[in-house]
């Protein structure tokens, strides 16, 4: 089992940006794809980004194709993804979990709302 503990969402208007950062726990994090997803009221959990465990590749939905970007830090155990041109539809609790996603290791997520 891996913890995971999200930071960095917020309130932020329309076309603005936000990182969020994924702390992971344990050494063997550096073995895992990892992937960030998010649910929005009232609907299911999606995946948004991953990101394989050397960090050469990376996937998108393609609703944040080319305003998001996944990336990883293996020396500090940490994932992050940087937001950009940022759309109300983006609101939503975000996670980062392994991919495919362990239930045991979903953490508590961070907030992004997106409204002016």
């Known amino acids: 089992q891996v913890q995971l503990v999200e930071s960095g969402g917020g309130l932020v208007q329309p076309g603005g940006s936000l990182r969020l950062s994924c702390a992971a726990s344990g050494s063997i994090f550096r073995l895992y794809a990892m992937g960030w997803y998010r649910q929005a009221p009232g609907k299911q959990r999606e995946s948004v980004a991953s990101?394989?465990?050397?960090?050469?590749?990376?996937n998108y939905a393609d609703s944040v194709k080319g305003r998001f970007t996944i990336s990883r830090d293996s020396a500090k155990n940490t994932v992050y993804l940087h937001m950009s041109s940022l759309k109300p539809e983006d609101t939503a609790v975000y996670y980062c979990?392994?991919?495919?996603?362990?239930?045991?290791?979903w953490g508590q997520g961070t907030q992004v709302t997106v409204s002016s």
């Open positions: 979990n392994r991919v495919p996603p362990s239930d045991l290791d």
């Open positions: 990101i394989t465990s050397g960090g050469r590749t990376t």
